[in-house]
């Protein structure tokens, strides 16, 4: 089960945390993106180095489980 998806950008810094199934939220300077709550964890970015993975899961998180 997801706790919290969320995630750092590492180029402005943002946390940005999605609290919902369909709240999309962009970090300021747009490069990352996270969306599906406590249902799903999707990321949307350029690199894979444009973030730094923050979420806490209670057990192990099934990526885009729906
Ligand atoms: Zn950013």
Redo the contacts with the bound molecule.
Sequence with gaps: MIIKNQVK??????I?ESKHRHDFV???????SVDGGHAYLRRCFKEDN??TEMSVCDSVCDEEED
């Design positions: 950008c590492n180029h402005c810094g943002d940005i962009t970090c300021k300077c747009g490069r990352v444009d973030y």
